[in-house]
C-alpha cells in the first residue's frame, strides 16, 4: 500500500473515531480511554512505538470493558513482538485472549513466534525444543484457522506438509 493510502485510511479513521467519541453515548472515562487508544493505533502505524505504549497503558487504565481491553493489550503485544521481545509479546497476547478468545490474529501472533523460535532452535540442533515449539505453533495455528477458516492459507499449508494437521481435521 502507499503512503498516500496509508495516510488517507488514517486520517479516514481518524475523522470517524471524532464522530463516535460526538455521537456515541459513553462516560467521560470511556470517551477519555478510546482517544489514548487512537492515539497509541495513530503513533504506532508511524512507527512510534514508544509513544503507542504510552498511549496504550493510559487507555489501559481507564478502559474498563473486556473486549475493548482486549484489543489495546493484543496491539502492545504487536509492539513489543515487533521489537523481538517475544515473551513479553506473548503475555500480553495471552492477557488479550483471556478477555476475548475469538481473536485469531492473536492466535497466528503466538504461532508466529513459536515456529520461529522452533526454526532458530532447530537451527542451533536443538530439535526436541525446535519440535516443541512447532507443536505449539500448529496447535495455535489450528485455532486460529478455526476462527478464522479463510485466513492464514500459509499457516493452513504449512500444517498439511508437516503432517500436523490430521485427515480428520477440516476448516
Request: charged share 25%; aromatic share 14%; no cysteine.
Given at each position: 500500500?502507499?503512503?498516500k493510502n496509508?495516510?488517507?485510511?488514517?486520517?479516514?479513521?481518524?475523522?470517524?473515531?471524532?464522530?463516535?467519541?460526538?455521537?456515541?453515548?459513553?462516560?467521560?472515562?470511556e470517551?477519555?480511554?478510546?482517544?489514548?487508544?487512537?492515539?497509541?493505533?495513530?503513533?504506532?502505524?508511524?512507527?512510534?512505538?514508544?509513544?503507542?505504549?504510552?498511549?496504550?497503558?493510559?487507555?489501559?487504565?481507564?478502559?474498563?470493558?473486556?473486549?475493548?481491553?482486549?484489543?489495546?493489550?493484543?496491539?502492545?503485544?504487536?509492539?513489543?513482538?515487533n521489537?523481538?521481545?517475544y515473551?513479553?509479546?506473548?503475555?500480553?497476547?495471552?492477557?488479550?485472549?483471556?478477555?476475548?478468545?475469538r481473536l485469531?490474529?492473536?492466535?497466528?501472533?503466538?504461532?508466529?513466534?513459536?515456529h520461529?523460535?522452533?526454526?532458530?532452535?532447530s537451527?542451533?540442533k536443538e530439535?526436541?525444543?525446535?519440535?516443541?515449539?512447532?507443536?505449539?505453533?500448529?496447535?495455535?495455528?489450528?485455532?486460529?484457522?478455526?476462527?478464522?477458516?479463510?485466513?492464514?492459507?500459509e499457516?493452513?499449508?504449512?500444517?498439511?506438509?508437516?503432517?500436523?494437521?490430521s485427515?480428520?481435521?477440516?476448516?
Amino acid at each position: 500500500m502507499s503512503q498516500k493510502n496509508d495516510n488517507f485510511i488514517d486520517k479516514t479513521f481518524t475523522v470517524l473515531a471524532d464522530i463516535l467519541l460526538k455521537v456515541l453515548p459513553a462516560t467521560k472515562e470511556e470517551k477519555k480511554a478510546f482517544s489514548y487508544y487512537r492515539y497509541g493505533m495513530s503513533a504506532q502505524s508511524s512507527g512510534d512505538y514508544a509513544e503507542a505504549l504510552e498511549n496504550y497503558y493510559e487507555a489501559l487504565k481507564l478502559e474498563e470493558d473486556p473486549f475493548d481491553r482486549s484489543y489495546i493489550l493484543y496491539n502492545i503485544g504487536l509492539i513489543y513482538g515487533n521489537n523481538g521481545d517475544y515473551s513479553k509479546s506473548l503475555d500480553y497476547y495471552h492477557q488479550a485472549l483471556d478477555l476475548n478468545s475469538r481473536l485469531p490474529q492473536a492466535l497466528n501472533n503466538i504461532a508466529v513466534i513459536y515456529h520461529y523460535q522452533g526454526t532458530k532452535s532447530s537451527e542451533k540442533k536443538e530439535f526436541e525444543v525446535a519440535q516443541n515449539n512447532f507443536d505449539k505453533a500448529a496447535s495455535y495455528w489450528k485455532k486460529a484457522i478455526r476462527l478464522a477458516p479463510n485466513n492464514y492459507i500459509e499457516a493452513q499449508n504449512w500444517l498439511k506438509i508437516t503432517g500436523k494437521l490430521s485427515e480428520t481435521e477440516i476448516f
